[in-house]
């Protein structure tokens, strides 16, 4: 019950400036971790709520978070229900069509999670099933790759419920941002007998050069505002004391 009191919340308050500051609202989907999820308490959580905390700051304004599931945000955006999307959201020319977006903030390949002695070819996972996020980067490129050589591409809703399923054998591998694979599945106690198989996959036609924070198409004071908070936190090291929270390498990458 906490859950759906909180995910109809309007908008959750993340700093401290005082209630007449300038307020930017960031559309996330909390179900993603480690970048983004409930906690315990039912607040946001993860790299992306840090992220968003910490650029705030530096715009000197006021940080809300508004729960969209993932397929909902660019709609959600363009419906004014919340001023940007800082959900993992990779740039891609595609997604450009639709929004735009700030320069990169992270940067991380997506990889295979599946038993550990599985093989990995484009004709592979013929007959198999890969769990993806839906409408996702992964499940576009699994659908090219693998989908059009016979392997069945199984779309989930929430991230966390393709593990489960992976792991009670309803799928055979699933097709994730590295980081999420690493920290929510294999490093846990579930994640006993599987691997990362296969190469990193960072093909720039659908993956694009990184994570962005996507604004309304023509919005560009938005946008330069992000792009120099960005910069500002990249160089005062508030960004690697959010990155080393979570993560043990250099996510925002070459």
């Known amino acids: ?25 960031f559309g996330v989907d909390l179900n993603y971790p480690p970048f983004s999820k409930q906690g315990a308490d039912g607040k946001p959580e993860g790299f992306d709520i840090d992220m968003a905390k910490a650029l705030c700051s530096a715009m000197k304004v006021t940080c809300q978070i508004v729960p969209q599931d993932w397929d909902g945000l660019i709609p959600a955006l363009n419906a004014n229900k919340f001023d940007a999307i800082l959900s993992s959201m990779q740039i891609t020319e595609e997604r450009k069509k639709a929004v735009d977006f700030s320069n990169k903030y992270y940067n991380i390949a997506s990889r295979i999670v599946a038993k550990s002695n599985t093989q990995v070819s484009q004709t592979s996972f013929k007959g198999k099933k890969i769990g993806v996020l839906r409408a996702s980067t992964q499940e576009k490129f699994a659908r090219d790759f693998w989908g059009k050589n016979g392997a069945t591409i199984v779309a989930y809703t929430k991230s966390p419920e393709s593990f489960l399923d992976l792991k009670a054998g309803r799928v055979d591998a699933v097709f994730v941002d590295g980081a999420v694979g690493e920290q929510e599945f294999l490093k846990t106690d579930g994640g006993k007998g599987y691997a990362f198989v296969g190469p990193n996959y960072a093909d720039v036609k659908y993956f694009g050069l990184g994570a962005g924070i996507a604004v309304k198409k023509g919005n560009q004071a938005l946008t330069s505002r992000l792009n120099k908070a960005i910069e500002q936190i990249r160089k005062d090291g508030s960004y690697k004391k959010v990155q080393d929270k979570y993560f043990r390498f250099d996510v925002y990458g070459g």
């Open 1 to 25: 019950m906490k859950k759906v009191i909180f995910a109809a919340a309007v908008a959750v308050s993340l700093s401290g400036f005082a209630a007449h500051a300038e307020t930017v609202r």
